[in-house]
């Protein structure tokens, strides 16, 4: 099993970045996937979760408006684009895979938001 998320970087303030994760060796259209980010000293937070088949999603109330969840099923990909980026934004961010009590993580991609 393997999710391996791509895309991070250095972004200035009000910018986008387009986040990818790539899901391998389980059946990735029978999971709910959610994209989750951990800044430095803090907890991981849930930023969005889309489920299984796409056909909701929900987002923490930071980001509503900003970002959006989506997943191509045939390509075992999920992704996460970010616009009008905030320094608060910055973290690495998580994919993660879940299916009744069966969760996989990714290894993360780290978002920068700086000038």
């Known amino acids: 099993v393997q999710l391996v998320e791509s895309g991070g970087g250095l972004v200035q303030p009000g910018g986008s970045l387009r986040l990818s994760c790539v899901a391998s060796g389980f059946t990735f259209s029978s999971y709910d996937m959610s994209w989750y980010r951990q800044a430095p000293g803090k907890e991981r937070e849930l930023v969005a979760t889309i489920t299984s088949a796409g056909g909701s999603t929900n987002y923490a109330d930071s980001v509503k408006g900003r970002f959006t969840i989506s997943r191509d099923n045939a390509k075992n990909t999920v992704y996460l684009q970010m616009n009008s980026l905030k320094h608060e934004d910055t973290a690495v961010y998580y994919c993660?895979?879940?299916?009744?009590?069966?969760?996989?993580w990714g290894q993360g991609t780290q978002v920068t938001v700086s000038s």
């Open positions: 993660k895979a879940r299916f009744v009590l069966r969760v996989y």
